[in-house]
């Protein structure tokens, strides 16, 4: 066990033992002010407890002293509370660079998991030990969450939009896969497992099985037949921008804003073209909302990353900061 | 207890629970005061929706407020001021104790308010053929299928928006005719004109939150557009 | 039982009998006694609904219940419990009898308007009920979108719209509250003298009339998103579900300080009686009760941890949570330093006032926990929240709650409640409440999450020792109805001033005439001045 209380489930990942020191020092500081308070209404009742009816107390209005006492320590350590338990949630909000990226689809009541290599999965995630995994996750229908007790970590994946998570497993193993916000009739249904394996036996197991198309090659199937190409043309000479190194580049708008080429940017430019109109272009994009699916889309962010991408361009978007997506 | 002499009995009705009148005014007046800031909390979460979507789209709000219709908007807001300030006529009127006067003035801000919910008709109708309605036939001339969304959105909110406004005006007609009617039964004196001036504070109140509406739902980006 | 003195004088109770001297009464204290029976009444059904949640919860599979019952269970536990008898109970039972009375005025601002109030609530309740005998909602008492507007099959909108009016029987309540305490006060009764309790009832309402609206609004959206799908929260449209959430919790952060700032008020006035001390450092609780008022509106998105809110705003929510604990804190402290030197009575009321202290502290810590971010993440959405919070509501306020049901039983009725059977429930429902949801702040971290109807293996022996305690619970809550009607009947007779309490409403006698007090009060005494009233005889219950 890699816990070292019984009432704390195992520790799997980097940043469980955090959690858990913070969880200790939460505990250790509740459990003082509760035996406290405890202590001084049991030991302040039973010395001062009432002898006789006529007994009239001598009256102490109160003391400005005491109360700047016992308003500032308190508020000293809740700041303590708040530095500690926001340095982590700044930390689970950047994802490592070198992290693998995974894409998950949730609807009612599964979750759909694509590898980028091409594996699919439903409500079971393979990952290599040791190696910082980001989940981009999306939901077909209601709101989702994607919880690993095991990991200490969680976030809610919404529909029409990306939210991100990412970990490192530290211990092989199966660890349990929970929907934590409630979706309807099988919510406690949706789970599953993670699976963290030895390095040797992940790339076993992702090269085992039927070869699949990665999903790279599924988007680039994707943008074929629905004719992406006809206009988006790789030199540049179509009526659209080429998507060539278009991942992670700054795209100057023609509303005069600038964004970064993320993942979310991909996305809306399939489902909803006219929102974001690239500067020098006109709004002739039509939308495909409704002739691509979320896996689709994913399918095709991840062709068009591949698209005469560097290591840099790939990594540039990924975990922008202010956006916890 | 009446203490004038011109004045009827029943026009100065002391409840129990207060010691004097004028305990009795201000704590009517209070509560109406109250009952005001809640219903800027209410307005408020429209608002706040409102304000979100449109940071979100603003190109496409401003797109479908353009088809609303300016002038329309703007004749109906010069109703409403007139319609306070006959309000206010008639507050005045009943600080005079001048009875007459007080039905007219009362008259004369319900008309003027039905002529502001009569235009409102007039241009729901016109979203209606135009088919600007949310709901399975909304359809936007001019904006791809995409954008349609978007658009519903503003007319959703601009539906909700001027609906939950007309509502109001709508209960503040029923208080008014109230008025009206108890003003003719010379329920009103110098000494006790609270009710005429509590419902003046409310129809003030609607007012004002049409003042808002309209520069936000009607006026976006008008200053960009050609006359 | 009924001596011949408490027959012949006439009080509120006896001045005129039948259903229609009710349902029209415009007396703040019958009203009170109305809305106490309609409470009381959503409380049995609300336990209802828990009883079988923890019925199924005994074994990991879904053996008692199919799932979507399970679901529409816990949504109308929770619809119930909180918009029907937490946010009401205190303010609209207690606080109707005795606001009037600690200020030292015949009857609220506007009497008629609160007959309103209780008929909204009746109304709203009716809605309610109707939706769970239809065959129920399902979407959680938070109705998240898209699901509760586009995929649930429930009857959401008759919930809805239920809950829509109960609010304007929220807001009403609250105006009528401030109106009163503003302008009607006694001569002498200056704001710094006013019970502590008013102090609380009054913040109270000004979060019941600021926030309620918001929550009216939302719901109007959600009934136009399911009825009319304008899109405003439904991605396919571009809307954006995470919008309702932020609208949702603007009201509903602010309304646990609804639920939790009476009873709040109660235990000032209990711990001082039965200390017969005043409150340590009556001007800090005082303007802590206001602090939490305004501070609670300032923290909803600390819900929003996870639900894709930016970190920016993550930061700035969970800051201003830690900023709201001060109050509540410090309220801890005053009135355990109360207790130092005082003259501790061990009666009812006092023996509830303990147990709110304990805990509500031991609730208000894990709401620390959940206020930082790194922690929440994990813990949010799991049973560590549900505990945080039966711990504040049930632990909190529910115990509150009896202790000014003990401590003014006497005033309200006439009559005294057996002590010894008293005590014994307090006992049975303090171990009974811990037995029931300890064990869930170690579900929680274990990752357990919420609203799961089956469940893995080995969180099962939690959940029995869980549901044990809620049957010892549920036995403890029993008691006071049986004895409370008991005593109705053949309680001992009480005389004006069981306590030797120096407030108002004990120097009028017990059940109080129809105006309150016979002559009007003059108040010459600070608060709490106890000296004053030992000189007097006191009858000790």
Known sequence: MGSKLPIFPEQASTLAPDVDHLALFLLVVAAFFTVLIFTAIFYFAIRYRRRSDRELPHVQHGGMALEIVWSVIPFGITMVMFGWGASLYYKESRPPDNAIPIYVVAKQWMWKIEHMEGQREINELHVPLGRAVKLTMTSEDVIHSFFVPAFRTKQDVVPGKYSTLWFQSTKPGKYHLFCAEYCGNRHSGMIGWIYVMEPQDYQNWLSGGAPAASLSEGGEKLFTSLACANCHKADGTGRCPSLVGLFGKTVQLADGNKVVADEAYIRESILQPAAQVVAGYQPVMPTFQGLVTEDGVLQLV???KSLGETPEDKTRASGTLGERH | MASEAH????????????????????????????????????????????????????????????????????????????????????????????????????????????VFLGVKAYEWNEKFVEHHI????????????DQQGHAQLFFSLYFAMTGLHALHMVIGAGLLAMLIWQARRGRFTAEYMTPVDLIGLYWHFVDIIWIF??????????????? | MITAAVQEREHYLNQSYGLKSWLLTKDHKRIGLLYLFTITLFFFVGGAFATMIRVELLTPGGNFVSSDTYNKLFTMHGVAMIFFFLIPSIPASLGNFFLPMMIGARDLAFPRINLLSWYLLVVGGLFALFAMLAGG?????TFYTPYSTTYSNSWVIATAIGIFIAGFSSILTGLNFIVTVHRMRAPGMTWMRMPLFVWSTYATSLIQVLGTPVLAVTIILLFCERFFHIGIFDPKLGGDPVLFQHMFWFYSHPAVYIMVLPAMGIISEVVSVFSRKPVFGYRVVAYASMAIAVLGFLVWGHHLFVATQSVYAGLVFSFLSYFVAIPSAIKVFNWTATLYKGSISFATPMLYAFGFIGLFTIGGLTGLFLAALGFD????????????????????????????????????????????WARLSALVIFLGFNLTFFPQFILGYLGMPRRYHVYPDEFQVLHVLSTAGASVLAAGYLMPMIYFVWSLRYGQVAGSNPWGAAGLEWQTASPPPVHNFDEMPVVTHEAYDYASVIGEEIQVG
Not at chain 2, 91 to 106: D, E, S, W
Not at chain 3, 137 to 141: H, K
Not at chain 3, 381 to 395: E, N, S
């Open chain 2, 213 to 227: 509406l309209f520069p936000l739902l009607y006026l976006i980006d008008r200053h960009l557009k050609q006359p």
């Open chain 2, 134 to 145: 949310p709901g399975p036939s909304f359809h936007f001339e001019g904006l791809g299928p």
């Open chain 3, 377 to 420: 993440v994990h813990v949010t959405d799991t049973y560590f929240v549900v505990a945080h919070f039966h711990y504040i509501m049930v632990g909190g306020t529910i115990m509150a709650y009896l202790a000014g049901l003990h401590y003014w039983w006497p005033k309200m009725t006439g009559r005294m409640y057996p002590e010894a």
């Open chain 3, 137 to 141: 909602v399902d979407t959680g008492w």
């Open chain 2, 7 to 114: 004045a009827p009995a029943e026009s100065l009705a002391l409840r129990e629970q207060f010691e004097t009148e004028a305990q009795q005014k201000d704590a009517s007046t209070l509560g109406m005061w109250i009952f005001l800031i809640t219903e800027v909390m209410f307005f408020g979460g429209l608002f706040l929706a409102y304000m979100v979507y449109r940071r979100l789209y603003p190109d496409i709000f401003a797109i479908a407020s353009s088809s609303l219709n300016v002038y329309i908007g703007a004749a109906n807001t010069v109703v409403l001021l007139c319609s306070s300030l006959t309000m206010v006529l008639a507050v005045r009127a009943a600080q005079l104790g001048r009875t007459r006067a007080i039905v007219l003035f009362l008259v004369l801000t319900l008309l003027l308010g039905g």
């Open chain 1, 302 to 304: 991840e062709y068009i």
